[in-house]
């Protein structure tokens, strides 16, 4: 049985301050929430303030990105992923659309990200998704495929127990046009196959797959309805304590 992961990627939205005001105000909302694990990822300068509020909640925390090189050293601007576990984080997102399409961050850069973040005991939520150019060229399948098989390069078996993939389709993300439960479900069961091609049947089976891209509390239990759908990423809706718990919820 795969638990189903919720998690809401605040981008780059909302002070420390508010991060925190917004993480107390969510805490009571998803108290009851034993059917998934519940991710918020603020960013870099709310983690630690965040993560010390929710000690001992059940809500986890993320960031949004981490450096490709694990040790310490003269990377200016960058932030290793065991200073994010270090700031009392378990799970950061690398690959995300946005970092690939303003940031250049190629699947190569997105492995080694994963690889630091797995080094450093953190799970990695790693993001693929076509363009909307790539789907009307019928090109979803393979674009995903190679950034999946890329962005997963060099990563033991024991590393591959340990990440969750999020499929978003870039077209879906801040669109308000979501994938259909029937396209969501599509991709992810080729993203199952893919892995059991590459790496194991068993290790296929425990992945765990999130959608993303306008998820709302109206769409999120069609979605979560199709059987190769482990949960959800949320950007947008995830901003308002109110509406993730409500998706968060879902099953309520
Ligand atoms: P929206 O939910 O705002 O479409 O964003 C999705 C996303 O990019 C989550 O990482």
């Known amino acids: 049985m795969r638990k189903p992961v919720i998690a809401g990627n605040w981008k780059m939205y909302k002070t420390a301050g ?139 078996a024991s590393d591959l127990a340990r990440i969750i993939v999020a499929y978003e389709p870039v077209w879906a993300i801040g669109t308000g046009r979501t994938a259909t439960p029937e396209q969501a479900q599509e991709m992810h069961a080729f993203i199952r196959r893919v892995f059991a091609e590459r790496h194991s049947a068993a290790a296929a089976e425990s992945l765990r797959v999130l959608y993303g891209g306008s998820v709302k509390p109206d769409n999120i239990s069609g979605l979560m309805k199709c059987s190769d759908i482990d949960g959800a990423l949320v950007g947008g809706a995830s901003l308002s304590a109110e509406s993730f718990a409500k998706i968060v919820n879902y099953n309520g």
């Open 18 to 156: 508010d991060s925190v005001a917004t993480a107390l105000a969510l805490k009571p909302l998803v108290a009851n929430a034993n059917h998934c694990e519940v991710i918020i990822a603020p960013v870099f300068t709310a983690l630690k303030g965040v993560a010390d509020r929710l000690e001992g909640s059940n809500i986890k925390v993320a960031a949004q990105n981490c450096a490709s090189e694990k040790s310490e050293g003269a990377y200016t601007g960058e932030v290793a992923a065991f200073m994010i576990h270090d700031a009392g984080c378990s799970h950061v997102i690398v690959g995300h659309s946005e970092r690939r399409q303003y940031f250049l961050e190629a699947d190569h850069i997105v492995s080694n990200k994963a690889q630091a973040a797995l080094a450093a005991g953190l799970t990695a939520i790693v993001c693929v998704g076509e363009t909307l150019e790539q789907r009307d060229q019928g090109k979803a399948l393979d674009t995903v495929k190679e950034q999946v098989v890329g962005s997963l390069s060099g990563l033991t």
